[in-house]
């Protein structure tokens, strides 16, 4: 299952002895091409940038780095190895072995998950696009491009299952995935969290933290499915999607250790004295990922939904990790949902967006218990934490309604006047894009952030990760 380098697309699926296909995303990748050099991080398309590349599947030695120009990057299709006699994991099918080909009545099912999936991936790097304007290190700036390639790489993994599996249907929507771009008042990304921009860093790393994260929990979702091509896409994409969200926790964390720095210097946790000094203040970045983590929290849909029943009871998408429960089909468990209207008790497969959503939510506590030790260690008692869930919603049954961060009802005009408190102002925006200034000398750094902890692939800090020209 080595990855053939020596073609046009790099792959480890056998393109070479299947011409129509080969052809078909030949075809599409200058396409591909285009998209990146106009959507991409285009001004620093001559810069040589110390990046990985996927060489193998295997969870041992599976990268290589060094140094790229970005469009010369390899994009490419890896899958994970098959498991011999695989049996679906869940739902109707559960038992029975996977299938290798769309079963004729999901295809729709399918194709509509595949494509959603895919449409996220080239969403972030156009969001993403001026970043590196601003970046405050190399290492950063290192860092940024390497999420950046491989979204455009997991936009290739969805591709090739439209252009393999679903005819000429994928190839168009394989063409439409390019069409439609972030923030496009006529033609935006499919989810919404995809469409805000992300302009400043500290949005950037909010995001790698709780939207990436939910990007691993969406493809361990779909590494469980019946439709083995997809399981094993996925589970190499979740290989790759660690370091995005590695990005995200360290660059949270970097921030905050800044800031606790400029505090312990002025000796004050006065948020003006701390913002004067160029570093950001705690309730800022409390602002910050509330709305990350709220607007993260729609995308898995409403916690009542017929869909997510029938992507279960299909085989379609499973829960994450689903070897972790006992009962994998489901027939008949319920499940108790808090809606404003209090318990609500629903049929299981009805709420499996809610059971995602859930552990979801614990996943996200770990970063933030260690943001939080890294407080305390300084002596002071404002732990940052998520809100409720039930906070700043726009989709599912807790969606507009006027909720505090501790989750209670709360009258309207009181929420509309504190939701400053809560959510990031223009003022708040204005500040920190007043800190987003590019830094480029090796090793040095922002006032506003920390720097890492060691630097990538055993390198030290201040190497020279990005060369530009
Ligand atoms: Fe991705
Ligand atoms: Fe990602």
């Known amino acids: 299952m080595s990855i053939n380098y020596s073609e046009k697309i790099p792959n480890n699926?056998?393109?070479?002895?299947?011409?129509?296909?080969?052809?078909?995303?030949?075809?599409?990748?200058?396409?591909?091409?285009?998209?990146?050099?106009?959507?991409?991080p285009n001004d620093f398309a001559s810069d040589e940038v110390y990046l990985r590349t996927a060489?193998?599947?295997?969870a041992q030695g599976w990268a290589s780095y060094g140094h790229v120009k970005m469009p010369d990057y390899r994009w490419g299709i890896f899958l994970a190895?098959?498991?011999?006699?695989r049996t679906i994991g869940f739902g109707d099918h559960f038992g029975e072995p996977v299938w290798q080909q769309v079963p004729g009545e999901l295809r729709s099912q399918f194709r509509r998950i595949i494509v959603t999936q895919g449409d996220?991936?080239?969403?972030?790097?156009?969001?993403?696009?001026?970043?590196?304007?601003?970046?405050?290190?190399?290492?950063?700036?290192?860092?940024?491009?390497?999420?950046?390639?491989?979204?455009?790489?997991?936009?290739?993994?969805?591709?090739?299952?439209?252009?393999?599996?679903?005819?000429?249907?994928?190839?168009?929507?394989?063409?439409?995935l390019l069409g439609r771009h972030s923030g496009d008042a006529d033609n935006p990304r499919i989810l919404g969290t995809f469409n805000e921009?992300?302009?400043?860093?500290?949005?950037?790393?909010?995001?790698?933290?709780?939207?990436?994260?939910?990007?691993?929990?969406?493809?361990?979702?779909?590494?469980?499915?019946?439709?083995?091509?997809l399981a094993r896409t996925c589970r190499f994409m979740l290989t790759e999607e660690a370091?995005?969200?590695?990005?995200?926790?360290?660059?949270?964390?970097?921030?905050v250790k800044r800031t606790l720095e400029v505090m312990k210097e002025l000796a004050t946790d006065d948020p003006a004295a701390i913002r004067a000094h160029g570093a950001i203040d705690l309730q800022t970045i409390q602002r910050y990922l509330n709305f990350w983590f709220t607007s993260s929290l729609d995308l898995f849909g409403s916690e009542v939904s017929s869909n997510s029943a029938s992507s279960f009871a299909n085989g379609i998408k499973g829960r994450p990790d689903e070897s972790q429960?006992?009962?994998?089909?489901?027939?008949?468990?319920?499940?108790?949902?808090?809606?404003?209207?209090?318990?609500?008790?629903?049929n299981l497969r009805n709420a499996m967006n809610e059971v995602m959503r859930s552990s979801y939510v614990k996943d996200c506590e770990i970063g933030i218990k260690r943001w939080n030790m890294q407080i305390k260690r300084a002596g002071y008692e404002t732990p940052l934490r998520l809100p409720s869930s039930r906070f700043h919603r726009a989709i599912g049954s807790w969606s507009?309604?006027?909720?505090?961060?501790?989750?209670?009802?709360?009258?309207r005009d009181a929420y509309e006047r504190q939701l400053v408190e809560w959510l990031p102002s223009e003022s708040d925006q204005a500040f920190v894009h007043s800190l987003m200034h590019r830094v480029t000398e090796p090793g040095k750094m922002a006032g506003w952030i920390a720097p890492p902890d060691r630097g990538i692939n055993k390198l030290p800090v201040d190497y020279e990760y990005v060369r530009s020209h």
């Open 325 to 346: 429960y006992e009962d994998h089909v489901c027939a008949d468990a319920t499940y108790d949902l808090e809606t404003p209207g209090g318990i609500e008790s629903v």
């Open 55 to 58: 060489i193998g599947v295997d």
């Open 13 to 40: 699926v056998d393109l070479a002895n299947d011409r129509k296909l080969q052809r078909a995303l030949e075809h599409w990748q200058p396409h591909f091409l285009d998209w990146w050099r106009e959507q991409g």
């Open 400 to 411: 507009n309604m006027p909720v505090d961060p501790d989750g209670n009802i709360m009258d």
């Open 197 to 229: 921009p992300i302009s400043d860093w500290l949005s950037f790393f909010m995001f790698t933290y709780f939207t990436d994260r939910d990007g691993k929990f969406q493809l361990k979702s779909l590494a469980e499915s019946g439709f083995d091509p």
């Open 243 to 255: 370091h995005h969200m590695f990005v995200g926790e360290t660059g949270v964390g970097r921030i």
């Open 120 to 176: 996220t991936e080239p969403a972030s790097v156009e969001q993403q696009h001026l970043l590196g304007l601003t970046c405050p290190s190399l290492y950063d700036l290192r860092n940024l491009f390497q999420v950046n390639v491989e979204e455009g790489r997991h936009l290739w993994a969805m591709v090739y299952l439209l252009h393999a599996y679903f005819g000429r249907d994928g190839r168009e929507e394989a063409e439409a």
């Open 81 to 85: 190895e098959p498991v011999a006699d």
